[in-house]
């Protein structure tokens, strides 16, 4: 199943491994729900104050050493809902619809069967890592909901490092972790700008972007080695990498052997 050359599979988490956005919208009905049956919010705003904690989300900027993600993540559904209601700041509300967005987000956090499936079979073949990006706490709890530390040799959590992806520094740090070089080493993951530039900001071997929309990047975009639809479709790719060499050094036997005459 893996190619030639290839000692190592890095595997990004969320939206690549698991379906974190699903596990979010899963989420969001959640508290959505209990606004409006509990605490008598109409549905229109309670969406409101959903979506202002999204794109809050979206924004965040967390320094652990000054304050932890829980605390953070409290004071966004707070200042959202002061936001879309008015009045006093409600800090017990905040606390109750952030613990029950958490809860219920990574209660759907599942890795597939066919995942795992997929997952034992390469390994048999290569060494696996997982990479992600975020905090330490944040990542540790989706990694220990969705059950997936059997399945790798290594996992290495950005926010655990002095970089995340994509600086080149936390990719050859997990090529030191598995005693590989990075021309050793393949990348999945379907964010451009931190799995695939990280890759090949690392100069590792090859780069295999996650595109389940089969969207169009833009132009400006990373250019990636290989693309995907679902990441059931890696083992095609290696082989095809596996494809590629050996036509090579058949090519190369072939011109050897003609010179030899």
């Known amino acids: 199943m893996a190619a030639p050359g290839v000692k190592a599979v890095f595997f990004d988490l969320d939206n690549t491994l698991v ?58 559904w707070e200042e959202a809902i002061q936001e879309t209601i008015g ?40 060494r696996l890592l997982l990479l ?13 909901a969705c059950a997936c530390q059997p399945y790798f040799d290594a996992i290495v959590v950005g926010g655990e490092q002095k970089e995340e992806k994509p600086a080149p520094s936390i990719f050859h740090y997990c090529c030191d972790l598995l005693g590989v070089q990075p021309a050793e080493c393949v990348m999945v993951g379907d964010s451009l ?9 690392a100069g590792l071997k090859a780069t295999v972007w996650l595109n389940k929309t089969m969207a169009t990047p833009a132009d400006s975009s990373p250019v990636p080695h290989y693309v995907i639809s679902s990441v059931l479709d890696l083992p095609a790719v290696l082989q095809k990498m596996e494809h590629k060499i050996n036509t090579r050094l058949g090519n190369d036997h072939t011109v050897s052997g003609n010179e030899a005459h």
């Open 87 to 126: 009045g006093e700041a409600n800090r017990s509300l905040a606390a109750e619809c952030y613990f029950l967005w958490k809860t219920t987000r990574l209660r759907h956090l599942t890795l597939a069967e066919e995942t795992r499936g997929m997952l034992t079979e390469l390994r048999k073949a290569v």
């Open 193 to 201: 700008d931190t799995d695939i530039q990280g890759g090949l900001n």
């Open 19 to 76: 379906d974190t956005a699903a596990a979010g919208r899963r989420a969001i009905e959640e508290v959505v729900k209990a606004l409006r049956c509990r605490h008598r919010c109409g549905e229109g705003q309670a969406r409101d104050i959903c979506e202002k904690v999204q794109a809050k989300l979206l924004k965040e900027c967390h320094d652990p050493a000054r304050t932890c993600i829980t605390e953070l993540r409290i004071s966004h």
């Open 132 to 144: 992600t990006n975020g905090d330490r706490q944040t990542q540790r709890e989706k990694i220990e």
